[in-house]
């Protein structure tokens, strides 16, 4: 469930380990030891990239450091760590996201690639997330470049 908190968009976002669900998938663990957190209260923002978490929730999850990459900010240029790929749900959508870390007093920010791949949109009179529009509220991909073999729906 989405709410506004001074202008701010926030919404509940559930990240697993996808790692741990794939483990579960092959069968080398049980369902229950997937990794996951769900947050409440994570902030939108449509100014970031991707995922970013907390260093407190990577550890919790059990994520690895894959690189580093140059981040741009209103306090300048500097490197952040980029952890393994999580699945996010919001809305009962899912999609497949790298994490970038960020101070443990940031809040868990939702970006806009995952937003992209959720196919939701902010609703600024409303003050929260909905589907998008443009697809009838429908969780729909664009794939506008490439023509499909298949014949269209």
Not at 24 to 32: D, L, Q, S, T
Not at 56 to 76: F, M, P
Not at 85 to 103: K, S
Not at 120 to 149: F, K, M, T, W
């Amino acid at each position: 469930m989405e709410q506004t908190l001074m202008g701010r968009v926030r919404t509940e976002v559930t990240v697993e380990n996808l790692g741990d669900l794939w483990a579960v998938e092959r069968g080398y663990a049980a369902p229950e030891q997937a990794r996951r957190i769900i947050v409440k209260e994570a902030l939108v923002d449509t100014g970031v990239t991707t995922l970013a978490l907390p260093t407190r929730l990577i550890h919790q999850l059990g994520l690895k450091k894959v690189t580093e990459k140059r981040v741009v900010g209103s306090n300048g240029s500097h490197q952040v760590a980029i952890y393994d790929a999580v699945r996010v749900i919001i809305q009962d959508r899912f999609c497949t996201v790298d994490v970038m870390e960020v101070p443990n007093e940031v809040p868990v920010l939702v970006g806009q690639f995952p937003l992209e791949m959720l196919d939701l949109v902010v609703d600024p009179q409303g003050g929260r997330l909905i589907g998008n529009p443009a697809h009838g509220g429908e969780h729909v991909l664009e794939l506008y470049s490439i023509r499909l073999a298949s014949a269209p729906v």
